[in-house]
């Protein structure tokens, strides 16, 4: 979004699929620095789709064309790079590694039927890489793992397989394990399934002293693909002592990894280019298509007949929007997902979007014009005459297309609940430079809302702050650049927090106006009684005038008065709270009195009750729940100590992983999401929610 590189529209992708079968929708998932955009790059110059592999180094990959992502050396957004391999269209999606952009993340789950999970050979899998695993298995996606960098100067293969096992599970398995040559480096591959090396020289068989050091790894594999492919007829046949021929097995390895219980293994360098035709060869034979892919529910767009859909390229048209981008020459650009039906160009169709008004997209139901199909590679446009089921596809000029908005048909309009999001804990106010740049920071926020659903924007009716609540810092900082690549010349101030105030201790409130000017004058006097309240109890009037010392039509007014004045504050923007106010007498003009004087005595009553009461501030406090792994513990509760947090339960979670509830003051929390990732190595999330507002120190509030 809001590249300086502006998308180029045209050339040709190619025939598109027509049939599901023949298509497979990976997404790339691990951390930063693990090389997935290195070994995207692998994988398009050896299916041809480009010329050659570009540099993360230089800004030259295909899927990193941000900016931001080209001067940070990382991924900041999805990205698609579709190739042609053999017959099979690969849909390859990139996403980013960092913790900031897991909403990346989870619209590439959505798009995809398998996850191809990156582990470098030199770092094996820290607590960040579990954390995305978890990701994926939340959403059931079959999962694989490429273990990459083996060229790096500490990689070591085996290590990083027994390390993805320790972390993810038995079911982690190689399919191949590496060859070395004499000086140690790794210049092929020995397959478990086909007992054969794979290197530069071609596919040759192995020798007995290689059969010998892959019969444990192979008799294990075969086992638990049979097993959890749960093919009982074959696993008669293997304890028969029968040799199971490949192509049976690769369709059992299929079955497995589609049920997510078996996540095979496959060692690859991007830059010697080992292991990237067996890694394509993997992605085609052994990952589910989307014919496999148990599609989401589908309701009408109020909500009500839901059903269930097959990726049928005949059937009714159904289609999510998963990504957004607003370019400076085509405009805003849509990637779609067809989970069903085919979309055509020159059709029209209907876009629903339900279920994201808390993150400032309202629920809209519009019928729009697809002009023309596009096959995205990176930032470049390539035209399509049509997109099946199962296929992804991108479209220009859908003016009201949102992340996570529905594309159907017309007649037949449908509804796909949003995937969930993240909630962005880091909030950032932003204002204008000058006025004239009001417009253009106006203009790109709604951009930036409609393309980032992980984004949430809100606009602070106490404190008169536009403020961006974002993921963690490398997300904000993307976001900021994204609204001045957009024309908006912004600042930034610190976040306030909304205070509020209560009495000390109760006291008695005169309120007297009286004026006379000629004409009808102004007459109103009343005496209050106020008196503090406990913590949530609210605003209470009570009425206990006696003898018509205030005529019954101005009791209300008297009411209107003081309430107006709690919501104002006595002091600016700090409303009272918690106050039980009781009018006990007064006076009246027959002719003076008015429902307005009345108002301004109730007012005057409040202030003077006030001054005699004094005033103690009020700050929210959140309850927060932190997930942190253990060896993290100590310094996490030592962080909430230090600002003013007060625990009030821990809890085990899973293994090595513990949950903290504590409340903090909300002014302790706006740098929060930072610091916590910084005390646990990024591992650690956390959820916070209003509690209540509670007394704030004296020394503090003075300085407020």
Same mark, same amino acid.
Request: charged residues 25%; glycine residues 10%; aromatic residues 4%.
């Given at each position: 979004?809001?590249?300086?590189?502006?998308?180029?529209?045209?050339?040709?992708?190619?025939?598109?699929?027509?049939?599901?079968?023949?298509?497979?929708?990976? $997404?790339?998932?691990?951390?930063?620095?693990?090389? &997935?955009?290195?070994?995207?790059?692998?994988?398009?110059?050896?299916?041809?789709?480009?010329?050659?592999?570009?540099?993360? $180094?230089?800004?030259?990959?295909?899927?990193?064309?941000?900016?931001?992502?080209? @001067?940070?050396?990382?991924?900041?957004?999805?990205?698609?790079?579709?190739?042609?391999?053999?017959?099979?269209?690969?849909?390859?999606?990139?996403?980013?590694?960092?913790?900031?952009?897991?909403?990346?993340?989870?619209?590439?789950?959505?798009?995809?039927?398998?996850?191809?999970?990156?582990?470098?050979?030199?770092?094996?899998?820290?607590?960040?890489?579990?954390?995305?695993?978890?990701?994926?298995?939340?959403?059931?996606?079959?999962?694989?793992?490429?273990?990459?960098?083996?060229?790096?100067?500490?990689?070591?293969?085996?290590?990083?397989?027994?390390?993805?096992?320790?972390?993810?599970?038995?079911?982690?398995?190689?399919?191949?394990?590496?060859?070395?040559?004499?000086?140690?480096?790794?210049?092929?591959?020995?397959?478990?399934?086909?007992?054969?090396?794979?290197?530069?020289?071609?596919?040759?068989?192995?020798?007995? !002293?290689?059969?010998?050091?892959?019969?444990?790894?192979?008799?294990?594999?075969?086992?638990?693909?049979?097993?959890?492919?749960?093919?009982?007829?074959?696993?008669?046949?293997?304890?028969?002592?029968?040799?199971?021929? @490949?192509?049976?097995?690769?369709?059992?390895? @299929?079955?497995?990894?589609?049920?997510?219980?078996?996540?095979?293994?496959?060692?690859?360098?991007?830059?010697?280019?080992?292991?990237?035709?067996?890694?394509?060869?993997?992605?085609?034979?052994?990952?589910?298509?989307?014919?496999?892919?148990?599609?989401?529910?589908?309701?009408?767009?109020?909500?009500?007949?839901?059903?269930?859909?097959?990726?049928?390229?005949?059937?009714?048209?159904?289609?999510?929007?998963?990504?957004?981008?607003?370019?400076?020459?085509?405009?805003?650009?849509?990637?779609?997902?067809?989970?069903?039906?085919?979309?055509?160009?020159?059709?029209?169709?209907?876009?629903?979007?339900?279920?994201?008004?808390?993150?400032?997209?309202?629920?809209?139901? !519009?019928?729009?014009?697809?002009?023309?199909?596009?096959?995205?590679?990176?930032?470049?446009?390539?035209?399509?005459?049509?997109?099946?089921?199962?296929?992804?596809?991108?479209?220009?000029?859908?003016?009201?297309?949102?992340?996570?908005?529905?594309?159907?048909?017309?007649?037949?309009?449908?509804?796909?609940?949003?995937?969930?999001?993240?909630?962005?804990?880091?909030?950032?106010?932003?204002?204008?430079?000058?006025?004239?740049?009001?417009?253009?920071?106006?203009?790109?926020?709604?951009?930036?809302?409609?393309?980032?659903?992980?984004?949430?924007?809100?606009?602070?009716?106490?404190?008169?702050?536009?403020?961006?609540?974002?993921?963690?810092?490398?997300?904000?900082?993307?976001?900021?650049?994204?609204?001045?690549?957009?024309?908006?010349?912004?600042?930034?101030?610190?976040?306030?927090?909304?205070?509020?105030?209560?009495?000390?201790?109760?006291? &008695?409130?005169?309120?007297?106006?009286?004026?006379?000017?000629?004409?009808?004058?102004?007459?109103?006097?009343?005496?209050?009684?106020?008196?503090?309240?406990?913590?949530?109890?609210?605003?209470?009037?009570?009425?206990?005038?006696?003898?018509?010392?205030?005529?019954?039509?101005?009791?209300?007014?008297?009411?209107?008065?003081?309430?107006?004045?709690?919501?104002?504050?006595?002091?600016?923007?700090?409303?009272?709270?918690?106050?039980?106010?009781?009018?006990?007498?007064?006076?009246?003009?027959?002719?003076?009195?008015?429902?307005?004087?009345?108002?301004?005595?109730?007012?005057?009553?409040?202030?003077?009750?006030? @001054?005699?009461?004094?005033?103690?501030?009020?700050?929210?406090?959140?309850?927060?729940?932190?997930?942190?792994?253990?060896?993290?513990?100590?310094?996490?509760?030592?962080?909430?100590?230090?600002?003013?947090?007060?625990?009030?339960?821990?809890?085990?979670?899973?293994?090595?992983?513990?949950?903290?509830?504590?409340?903090?003051?909300?002014?302790?929390?706006?740098?929060?999401?930072?610091?916590?990732?910084?005390?646990?190595?990024?591992?650690?999330?956390?959820?916070?929610?209003?509690?209540?507002?509670?007394?704030?120190? !004296?020394?503090?509030?003075?300085? &407020?």
């Amino acid at each position: 979004m809001g590249s300086k590189q502006s998308s180029t529209v045209g050339g040709h992708a190619g025939p598109a699929p027509t049939d599901p079968a023949m298509i497979r929708n990976v $997404v790339l998932v691990g951390p930063s620095a693990s090389g &997935k955009t290195t070994l995207a790059e692998a994988l398009l110059a050896a299916t041809g789709t480009v010329n050659r592999a570009g540099s993360v $180094v230089e800004g030259t990959t295909v899927c990193d064309h941000e900016p931001s992502a080209i @001067e940070q050396q990382r991924s900041v957004g999805l990205a698609v790079a579709p190739m042609q391999h053999g017959e099979y269209r690969v849909n390859l999606i990139d996403t980013p590694g960092y913790a900031d952009f897991v909403g990346e993340l989870r619209a590439g789950l959505r798009a995809a039927d398998a996850a191809l999970f990156v582990v470098s050979a030199a770092e094996g899998v820290d607590a960040a890489t579990q954390t995305l695993w978890h990701e994926c298995g939340a959403v059931g996606m079959p999962r694989a793992v490429v273990i990459s960098r083996l060229d790096a100067p500490r990689a070591n293969v085996e290590a990083a397989i027994a390390s993805c096992r320790e972390a993810f599970g038995s079911g982690v398995l190689p399919l191949y394990l590496p060859h070395h040559d004499g000086d140690g480096s790794v210049n092929g591959l020995v397959g478990l399934i086909t007992a054969s090396i794979y290197d530069r020289e071609g596919v040759s068989g192995a020798d007995r !002293e290689v059969r010998g050091r892959i019969s444990g790894p192979r008799d294990e594999l075969i086992e638990s693909i049979i097993a959890e492919s749960e093919d009982e007829y074959l696993m008669e046949r293997y304890l028969g002592g029968e040799t199971i021929d @490949e192509q049976t097995l690769i369709g059992d390895l @299929e079955t497995a990894v589609a049920r997510g219980g078996l996540y095979p293994v496959m060692p690859v360098c991007a830059v010697t280019g080992v292991g990237i035709p067996e890694l394509l060869d993997g992605i085609i034979r052994g990952f589910p298509s989307p014919l496999e892919h148990k599609l989401p529910q589908f309701t009408d767009p109020d909500g009500r007949n839901p059903r269930t859909l097959t990726p049928d390229p005949s059937g009714p048209l159904a289609a999510e929007v998963v990504h957004t981008s607003v370019d400076s020459y085509v405009g805003r650009v849509s990637l779609a997902r067809v989970f069903s039906g085919t979309m055509r160009p020159e059709r029209p169709v209907h876009v629903s979007g339900h279920g994201m008004a808390e993150r400032g997209h309202p629920d809209h139901d !519009e019928d729009e014009r697809v002009a023309h199909l596009y096959s995205p590679l990176g930032q470049n446009l390539r035209e399509v005459s049509h997109c099946v089921a199962g296929d992804l596809c991108a479209l220009t000029k859908i003016g009201s297309a949102e992340t996570g908005d529905t594309l159907s048909d017309p007649g037949d309009p449908l509804l796909l609940t949003p995937w969930p999001m993240p909630e962005p804990l880091l909030p950032i106010a932003v204002t204008a430079h000058n006025r004239s740049d009001e417009d253009a920071l106006a203009r790109n926020l709604n951009r930036l809302i409609a393309a980032d659903p992980s984004l949430r924007l809100e606009r602070a009716s106490e404190t008169h702050q536009l403020v961006l609540w974002c993921m963690g810092e490398a997300h904000a900082e993307v976001v900021l650049q994204r609204l001045r690549e957009g024309g908006a010349e912004i600042d930034t101030e610190p976040v306030r927090v909304a205070l509020r105030q209560t009495f000390g201790q109760p006291a &008695k409130g005169h309120g007297r106006h009286v004026k006379q000017s000629g004409g009808h004058g102004q007459y109103a006097v009343c005496d209050i009684e106020v008196e503090p309240l406990p913590r949530g109890s609210g605003i209470e009037f009570v009425d206990k005038v006696v003898g018509g010392a205030i005529p019954r039509q101005f009791i209300p007014s008297v009411e209107k008065g003081v309430r107006h004045q709690i919501e104002r504050g006595i002091e600016e923007g700090q409303p009272l709270v918690d106050l039980r106010i009781t009018l006990v007498d007064g006076k009246a003009h027959s002719v003076d009195s008015s429902d307005a004087a009345f108002q301004t005595a109730g007012a005057l009553a409040l202030k003077a009750a006030a @001054e005699q009461a004094g005033l103690v501030t009020l700050e929210p406090l959140d309850e927060i729940e932190v997930h942190i792994p253990d060896e993290h513990l100590g310094a996490v509760l030592g962080d909430l100590s230090g600002r003013r947090g007060k625990v009030v339960g821990t809890e085990p979670e899973d293994s090595g992983w513990t949950v903290v509830r504590a409340h903090v003051p909300a002014s302790e929390l706006t740098r929060y999401a930072i610091n916590v990732r910084s005390l646990s190595s990024g591992s650690a999330r956390f959820t916070r929610q209003f509690e209540r507002y509670d007394q704030m120190p !004296e020394a503090l509030a003075s300085k &407020k």
